[in-house]
């Protein structure tokens, strides 16, 4: 147990975060609704894996299933599937276990996830600009506080 878990949690924190998920998996369902079938016939896994596997050049299928909660032979499919698009590159097997190879972007894998990440981007920027400026600052300054708490 972490020291945080010897005190109770405050109601409004309570609430707050009730909010939070619900808002957090609107937005996330409405983002994969505008994303519909993505770029190249990339599915919501495989953006989230191109990008993982851009984030940490080398990471492998093991590391990847235990960052993503899901099961090696799950994530192991998935990124046959992107190699066999020609989005994923496997390096040499690692000489201290030939078992595990590394992986990273292609050229296509890169550009596919640049135009994802620009989709993605301006369908939330213009339900951005359809706020208040009000509700603008209130959203500028409740960034700082969310990225906090994603870091936690």
Do not use: C, W
């Not at 596997?53 to 599937?81: C, D, W």
């Not at 292609?106 to 213009?126: N, V």
Request: overall charge positive; charged content about 25%.
């Amino acid at each position: 147990m972490t020291p945080d878990e010897d005190f109770p949690i405050p109601e409004r924190a309570l609430a707050l975060s009730d909010e939070l998920r619900t808002a957090f998996k609107r937005l996330l369902r409405s983002m994969q609704r505008e994303g519909g079938e993505l770029e190249g016939g990339v599915s919501m896994m495989q953006y989230m894996l191109l990008a993982l596997i851009h984030e940490q050049p080398g990471i492998g299928v093991a590391a990847l299933a235990r960052l993503q909660n899901v099961r090696g032979p799950t994530v192991s499919a998935q990124v046959k599937a992107l190699e066999v698009a020609g989005l994923v590159e496997r390096s040499a097997p690692d000489p201290q276990d030939r078992r595990r190879s590394g992986l990273r972007l292609s050229a296509q894998g890169l550009a596919i996830l640049d135009t994802l990440r620009a989709r993605r981007r301006d369908a939330l920027a213009r339900r951005i600009a359809r706020l208040s400026p009000q509700q603008m600052d209130a959203l500028a300054a409740a960034m700082q506080p969310l990225l906090e708490i994603g870091q936690a």
